[in-house]
């Protein structure tokens, strides 16, 4: 039949431990959450969800046509301009998600005869991106300014470097002052992903590139997700003017796509505007993913009282996400099943997840997370560890 090649490799996910599923929650959520991705904890705030109610009653349920048809409301454009002033650029357009807008962001700016220059760590959509680019791709180790170098000097056109600001698998950092210096060597262009630093770091929540100094460059183009930090929905390219106008004209995902709706254009506008008022929120969920790493880490001599004995391997947080590796893809799924009957969630990440082949517990560092709710996460999973 025609796809019964589908059962085979099913039963090798099956057996691989790599088999996923579904698991609808109920709006009362009995977990304590560490898997999400709501670092500020706005995803429930009342500002946030009155601001999603208040533009479906005022905009409809749905933009009701791409942006370039009917989809571009007054309130897409008010985020867009909140959004590009907070982070420090010139101009901003929103996108029905960060995937969507870094597929747009990719392709717009890699027309044939360039060269896109990818770190071997980037997400998925930035993958996709240069897969879908036409333009020319080189893959380049993991956080290596000068592997960027020596393939930036193999092409003479016009060049875009690709890099996610902070990892979404270890939760580590990209050089950005370093990678910079190597696109301007050369004149590339410098393409961010801030889908996990929006929110997190520079100056109240501004993102990586603002901390870096980079928001704002002429060769400097960010795209963040909305449905992090500011607990909505959606994405947006961030950069100069000239960039954003090309997006307009030429990123698909935009032109045939319909537009974000209404109520979360609100959600985020609202988050916004509440990280602009609280920019201690960013502050916050830093310290507490410092602090579950320490926990975490810590040796049986050196472990705080009030925690289990760890010495886990987790990788040091540049952000909001802590990443522990676990022994096996299969063990990890296990793993994070036992910390769920726990009551406590966590990420499970495995291949095809993990660029390295090494499975791993993800945790999300919220900003709301009570002294109690640390204690209780780090208990739970030192207490099932395999």
Not at 111 to 129: E, F, K, Q, R
């Amino acid at each position: 039949m025609a796809f019964d090649w589908i059962d085979t490799q099913r039963e090798l996910r099956r057996r691989s431990g790599l088999l996923r599923s579904l698991r609808p929650r109920p709006a009362e959520d009995p977990l304590l959450d560490l898997a999400s991705n709501d670092y500020l904890g706005l995803a429930r705030h009342p500002e946030v969800t009155e601001g999603a109610a208040r533009a479906a009653r005022i905009w409809g349920g749905g933009a009701t046509g791409s942006r370039l048809v009917t989809g571009s409301t007054e309130l897409h454009a008010e985020l867009e301009h909140e959004l590009a002033a907070f982070c420090g650029f010139e101009a901003a357009l929103v996108f029905s998600s960060g995937y969507a807008a870094n597929l747009a962001a990719v392709t717009a700016l890699a027309p044939h005869g360039s060269l896109l220059v990818s770190d071997a760590g980037n997400h998925a959509s930035l993958i996709d991106g240069c897969r879908l680019a036409r333009g020319t791709t080189q893959v380049v180790p993991h956080a290596a300014p000068d592997a960027v170098r020596k393939a930036l000097r193999t092409h003479d056109g016009p060049a875009v470097v690709v890099c996610d600001t902070v990892f979404s698998v270890d939760g580590d950092a990209a050089p950005l002052t370093a990678l910079a210096a190597v696109c301007r060597e050369r004149g590339a262009g410098l393409l961010l992903d801030d889908a996990h630093g929006l929110g997190v770091l520079g100056d109240g929540g501004r993102g990586a590139p603002h901390a870096a100094g980079l928001a704002g460059a002429e060769d400097v183009v960010a795209t963040v997700t909305l449905s992090k930090s500011l607990g909505s929905q959606g994405g947006a390219v961030l950069g100069p003017a000239r960039v954003i106008g090309q997006m307009v004209d030429t990123a698909r995902t935009f032109l045939f796509d319909t537009g974000l709706a209404p109520a979360a254009a609100g959600a985020a506008l609202a988050a916004l505007r509440l990280l602009r008022r609280e920019p201690e929120r960013a502050a916050r969920a830093r310290a507490v993913a410092m602090d579950l790493h320490a926990r975490l880490t810590a040796t049986a001599g050196t472990a705080p009282a009030r925690t289990a004995a760890g010495g886990l391997e987790a990788v040091r947080p540049d952000a909001a996400v802590v990443s522990v590796r676990a022994p096996s893809s299969v063990q990890a799924v296990r793993w994070a099943a036992d910390c769920r009957t726990a009551g406590l969630a966590v990420g499970c990440f495995r291949p095809p997840s993990v660029p390295d082949g090494i499975s791993r517990l993800r945790l999300t560092a919220r900003a709301d997370l009570t002294e109690g709710q640390i204690e209780r996460a780090v208990r739970t999973i030192h207490e099932t560890r395999p």
